[in-house]
């Protein structure tokens, strides 16, 4: 028997053999908050899967390989039917991760999600205020409902993690972050990197951080950057696939859907169509994403930014139409990385 | 602690697995850990279903592989032993 050294090589197994450990499940896309930042598109009225579905899928997944599900949306609290599908997850041997706002989570909740045994509940956090976090979710009343549903989770032992989208209107509230989620008792993860934007936010590129507030989010706090910084020393293997997508991560919309992940807009399948491993197997931007390797990426061959890049193909994708361009807004993050950690870049 | 051969062992609660070629990872959500089984430790895992006891555990393994029963009773009650010390299966009767 052996620990993380055995899940290392499995994940890499699972790479090589395009075994889908982990799958992302949209299970609505309705939500009760309306986030300036947020990838995914506005309201929409698409019929969402319902727990019979989820049942047959499920036991494809478990055929396909996939160990994790992340339960997700939009809100994913807003399905009817949410508590009955995260059940038949666990049921059917699956490890679990929650992505919420928390607007939803009352005491009630808190005792349904302790007893799924949730890997963690990640909620949004934006600032360490209401009125700054109220913002960016449009919805008044969202910060206090986010961190007692925080703080409740945590007390009641439920792992919580706090994820923050580090953006300008943010950066300067990220001190106070860092304190509210010790204080709750939460990780907390932090990320400059916006995901591509979908329909609903056309200004990704004025939230993003600039260059010199980089910088000084790298310096501030650099233990916390953990993404960015423990790959510091790596080494490009330019037979590498450059991303997870496809090859051991896949999503899922609420409507069957099938996405390489959940930050790709094209579907490439429908699982009320065929069966998951018909669309894993077969489709094109499928195989293509995993005949992908570093070494096909000319832009970011020999270069000196790899070791902290988080090059996203769907962001490439979203904004070229192509796989191999390089990502603008990974370049920019990763050189603010290197030069804060005194690389000459 | 001495495994009996009546009892019945089942997955803990806050753990989830997959097989994954000839091994099994087995996530304890609770421990924030995981583990990976090896052939026969997947078996004997998956063997822990909530249904079958020890005995009938014992007797399926003797079909399959060329040992003396007592040498795979002694494996499995050895391995029975450190899974539940690790808090990957229970005793659920």
Same mark, same amino acid.
């Given at each position: ?15 090589? %053999? ?72 666990? %049921? ?19 005792? %349904? ?10 909620? &949004? ?6 009125? $700054? ?6 919805? #008044? ?23 923050? #989208? ?6 300067? /509230? ?5 304190? !509210? ?15 591509? #934007?979908? &329909? ?15 910088? /000084? ?15 510091? /020393? ?11 997508? $496809? ?53 970011? !061959? ?12 769907? &962001? ?9 361009? $390089? /990502? ?11 030069? &804060? ?5 | ?93």
């Amino acid at each position: 028997m052996t620990q993380l050294s055995g899940l290392d090589r499995l994940m890499r197994k699972t790479m090589k %053999k395009a075994i889908p450990l982990s799958a992302h499940i949209m299970v609505t896309d309705r939500c009760n908050e309306r986030c300036t930042h947020c990838y995914l598109p506005g309201q929409s009225k698409k019929k969402i899967l319902a727990l019979a579905n989820y049942q047959k899928i499920f036991t494809q997944l478990r055929q396909a390989g996939t160990l994790l599900l992340t339960l997700s949306g939009g809100e994913p609290l807003l399905h009817p039917e949410f508590f009955a599908i995260a059940a038949q997850a666990r %049921k059917d041997a699956f490890a679990i991760r929650i992505y919420t706002n928390g607007l939803l989570i009352n005491e009630q909740n808190t005792r %349904k999600i302790r007893d799924l045994h949730p890997i963690e509940v990640c909620l &949004s956090l934006y600032a360490a205020h209401a009125s $700054a976090h109220d913002s960016i979710t449009q919805v #008044p009343g969202s910060f206090q409902k986010t961190t007692s549903a925080a703080q409740t989770l945590a007390q009641a032992g439920v792992p919580v993690k706090l994820k923050t #989208p580090v953006m300008h209107g943010n950066f300067k /509230d990220l001190p106070q972050i860092r304190s !509210l989620a010790q204080q709750i008792g939460a990780e907390l993860q932090e990320s400059p990197y916006l995901y591509p #934007p979908g &329909s609903n936010c056309a200004n990704a590129s004025q939230l993003c951080l600039s260059k010199e507030n980089l910088l /000084d989010f790298f310096s501030t706090k650099p233990d916390s950057h953990g993404k960015f910084r423990l790959q510091r /020393d790596r080494t490009m293997d330019v037979n590498q696939h450059p991303c997870g997508a $496809a090859n051991n991560y896949v999503a899922i919309g609420c409507d069957g859907n099938v996405f390489p992940c959940p930050m790709f807009e094209q579907p490439v399948g429908n699982l009320l169509e065929e069966s998951f491993l018909t669309i894993w197997n077969q489709a094109p931007l499928l195989q293509e994403l995993r005949s992908l390797s570093w070494g096909d990426i000319d832009a970011c !061959l020999d270069c000196k930014l790899y070791s902290y890049c988080q090059r996203c193909v769907a &962001s490439v994708f979203a904004s070229t139409g192509g796989l191999t361009a $390089a /990502d603008q807004q990974a370049c920019k993050i990763a050189e603010a990385c290197a030069q &804060s950690a005194g690389k000459n870049v | 602690m001495k495994i009996e051969g009546t009892w019945i062992l089942a997955p803990n609660e806050a753990c989830a697995h997959q097989q994954i070629d000839d091994e099994t990872v087995v996530v304890q959500a609770d421990r924030g850990t995981a583990s990976v089984l090896n052939t026969i430790g997947g078996q004997i895992f998956s063997l822990c279903d909530g249904k079958a006891s020890v005995d009938e555990i014992v007797d399926q393994l003797d079909l399959e592989y060329d040992l003396e029963k007592s040498e795979i009773r002694q494996q499995v009650e050895q391995f029975a032993q450190d899974l539940m010390k690790q808090g990957l299966i229970r005793r659920l009767s």
